[in-house]
């Protein structure tokens, strides 16, 4: 078995750290035999590398490598390129055409970004996977193949899974064997490393002497993010080849070829939701509809104080705080408030000797409350109680917050608590 800095120079892999060895290592292990692995990391940081490891240190390497950009093919073709397709199974199918699984028979598929394959073609690798069989598109034959698949992808897979974009079973069919390459950030000692490796390599490519960073230049380039990772490295390293004259590089310089420098601080992210913040539209319809029944019950109860009492006066000093609430506190709504009680003709009620008659004229009077009591749906009393519990729950049964947040007094929201037991 070839050692971890073997495989290294045979493979032109550059870099010391321990999570690189580890993978290596295990790409080393897994080799000799014939268990699908999967590969992650970060796009970029040069997850191609493995299933080359992977496919000259096994049996197989006699045999065809093939790899496939999964994400890079249409998902109405992808099935064709994969397993062939028979002559007239679809529009401009001249002729029948072998696919990849069987053409590479006995030997290693790379899956690059597997995480795109379609649903449908997850279910045929599957397959594949669990006894070796397909089928051609258009054909009713099943074939049989030997095929070692290595995978990979930079995609969170767990998060495919739990939003219905990738089977479970097929990722568990993929990750007998999981190889993590850890993203350049976490590579501190190799990024220098790499960029003398790469300039030295333009250097030569484009016949012209090696760059070189100060000091400076190179703290600039360790505390630099690296998103893109090995590739984005490369770039810059080819770029400040080819267009500075002066091949000593100062952190300035560098600087003006980091898109991102200066940007890397860390961000808080607010994810509480706020007092008032509602988790839909319709839970806010609710909630202006429960104000709008408030409303109306304070108007109610302040049209029948003053067909009761008759006397505006005092019904203004009786409910000061209801009729601020219902008419605000400026000046202006103040001024329309007392001319509309000024306006408003108050009904009295005559005194009749036969109490029954009294009640039967009121009800034949005021027979317009009940109509209006009637045309209340239950959901709305429904929604009123689940806005309490929400809010008191958001509050943690803190009865002024969520009072304050209902548009109701403490008293009333009391009330209403005993009143639908909670």
């Known amino acids: 078995m070839e050692s971890v800095q073997a495989i290294k120079q045979r493979f032109g892999i550059i870099g010391n ?7 290596i290592e295990k790409a080393i292990q897994v080799a000799p035999t014939d268990i699908s692995v999967l590969v992650t990391g970060e796009s970029g940081v040069g997850k191609e590398s493995i299933p080359k490891i992977i496919h000259q240190l096994s049996h197989r390497k006699h045999n065809k490598y093939i790899a496939v950009n999964c994400g890079a093919i249409p998902e109405g073709t992808i099935d064709s390129e994969l397993f062939g397709h028979e002559k007239g199974a679809f529009t401009g199918a001249t002729q029948t055409r072998s696919g990849y699984f069987e053409v590479a028979d006995g030997g290693t598929i790379f899956l690059d970004e597997v995480g795109e394959l379609p649903l449908t073609t997850q279910v045929r690798l599957l ?27 930079n995609a969170n897979m767990f998060e495919a899974i739990n939003k219905e974009k990738f089977r479970e079973d097929l990722y568990y069919r993929l990750s007998t064997v999981d190889i993590h390459l850890p993203p350049l950030r976490e590579r501190q000692g190799d990024i220098h490393l790499l960029f003398r490796k790469f300039a030295s390599d333009f250097a030569l490519k484009y016949k012209m002497p090696t760059v070189k960073l100060t000091d400076n230049a190179i703290q600039v380039l360790l505390k630099h993010r690296w998103s893109g990772n090995i590739r984005q490295l490369r770039n ?20 003006g070829y980091l898109p991102t420098s200066g940007s890397n601080l860390p961000a808080v992210i607010k994810t509480a939701k706020t007092e008032s913040d509602f988790s839909s539209e319709r839970e806010i319809l609710y909630k202006v509809l429960f104000d709008m029944k408030s409303d109306l019950n304070d108007l109610k109860k302040l049209t029948m104080e003053l067909m009761k009492n008759g006397n505006v006066k005092d019904v203004e000093k009786d409910h000061e705080g209801l009729i601020q609430k219902i008419y605000g506190n400026s000046d202006e709504t103040e001024t329309n408030y007392q001319d509309t009680l000024t306006e408003t003709e108050v009904i009295s009620i005559p005194e009749h000797s036969n109490p029954h008659e009294d009640i039967s004229s009121a009800q034949d009077k005021y027979h317009f409350a009940e109509e209006i009591e009637e045309e209340e749906t239950l959901s709305l009393h429904d929604k009123e109680l689940e806005l309490i519990k929400k809010s008191l729950e958001r509050h943690q049964g803190k009865r002024k917050l969520a009072a304050a947040e209902l548009g109701i007094s403490e008293r009333t929201l009391y009330r209403k608590i005993k009143q639908y037991d909670l």
Do not use: H, M, P, Y
């Open 17 to 23: 750290t321990t999570a690189l060895n580890r993978a």
């Open 127 to 153: 397959r594949v996977l669990e006894n070796g069989e397909f089928l051609k598109v258009g054909s009713s034959k099943v074939q049989k193949t030997d095929v070692r698949i290595v995978a990979a992808t």
């Open 236 to 255: 810059i390293a080819e770029q400040v080849s080819v267009l500075e004259q002066n091949r000593t590089i100062s952190a300035d310089t560098l600087r």
